[in-house]
């Protein structure tokens, strides 16, 4: 833990600008891509990976999460990574840890309600990573849509001198945005776990012929859900890009958000709708 902190200290020392990439491994393309855009806008780097264990639930699957730190570090060498941060649990939480951070509202709607407690993990281990590495800029997929936006809650809230930057998802060919939880689906499933992303265009395409009733639009995204045998959905919204309450109608910036199990494992999507007076875009 203090090396990396000493390491960080000296970094900005020395003037440059440090880059942070929080994972918890089992890294793909999407990470890559983080890594590239940090790499394009800072001059030194640091990917921390850790599997946070306060951040699942009793039920859920931290003790089967993909772990494999010696492929993780050599994609990282051969990206360009200045320094991998690999803390042991004990490290981030010390025997006697009770100190927690909550951003309210957000945290308690959409993944929070289906996943009580998540956020009160994830928002306290990144600052734990901020304190100590004291990043000028952290990057984060927008997959993680509901996550991003609670960690820049977080950061402008505790007066944090760190960026937030917050990267495209990335697709497979067929649309399944990628996810390490991916690696669970077996070939039915896989195939299957495509809905989310046709859900998500229909939705689009409803947009695109002038249709702004939220209701109306998670209607037709729960039809799509509904068309495969193998997907439970969890849901499928239209919410504020703020507060992520949901919407009565696309009047400003805001999110399509999609959650399903397929099989047993729990997967999320979404799309961006920035609203610009009566024009509006869509971010796949």
Same mark, same amino acid.
């Given at each position: 833990?203090?090396w ?9 020392a ?14 793909h393309?999407?990470?890559a ?5 940090a ?10 990976i ?16 993909p772990?494999?730190? +010696?492929? /993780? %570090?050599?994609? #990282? !060498?051969a990206?360009?990574?200045? =320094? ?23 945290s ?50 505790l ?14 060919p067929?649309?399944l ?17 495509t ?7 229909a939705?689009?395409?409803?947009l695109?012929?002038? +249709?702004? /009733? %939220?209701?109306? #639009? !998670?209607?037709?995204?729960?039809? =799509? ?12 919204e239209?919410?504020s890009?703020?507060t ?6 696309v ?7 999609v ?24 971010q796949?």
């Amino acid at each position: 833990m203090e090396w990396m902190k000493q390491w960080a200290r000296g970094v900005r020392a020395e003037g440059h600008v440090l880059g942070l990439v929080p994972t918890m491994g089992a890294l793909h393309e999407g990470h890559a891509t983080l890594v590239n855009r940090a790499k394009a806008e800072c001059s030194r780097l640091a990917v921390s990976i850790f599997v946070n264990p306060k951040q699942f639930g009793p039920k859920e699957d931290f003790a089967k999460y993909p772990r494999d730190l +010696e492929k /993780d %570090a050599e994609m #990282l !060498q051969a990206l360009g990574v200045d =320094v991998v941060f690999a803390p042991a649990v004990e490290g981030i939480y010390p025997n006697g840890f009770r100190t927690y951070v909550t951003v309210e509202g957000i945290s308690e709607r959409l993944e929070g309600k289906t996943r009580p407690g998540h956020f009160r993990g994830v928002a306290t281990v990144v600052l734990k990573l901020f304190e100590i590495v004291a990043p000028r800029f952290a990057y984060f997929g927008r997959k993680d849509a509901q996550q991003v936006r609670i960690i820049s809650s977080m950061a402008k809230d505790l007066n944090l001198d760190v960026e937030v930057v917050v990267c495209p998802i990335v697709r497979e060919p067929d649309g399944l945005a990628l996810s390490s939880r991916n690696a669970y689906l077996n070939p039915r499933e896989r195939e299957a776990a495509t809905v989310l992303h046709h859900a998500l265009l229909a939705a689009k395409a409803e947009l695109e012929t002038g +249709e702004r /009733d %939220a209701l109306q #639009l !998670q209607s037709v995204m729960a039809k =799509v859900f509904a068309s495969e045998p193998l997907a439970r959905m969890d849901y499928a919204e239209i919410v504020s890009a703020e507060t992520f309450e949901p919407v009565v109608r696309v009047g400003k910036s805001c999110y399509a958000v999609v959650a399903a199990w397929v099989g047993s494992t729990r997967l999320i999507d979404n799309f961006f709708v920035e609203v610009q007076g009566d024009e509006f875009t869509v971010q796949m």
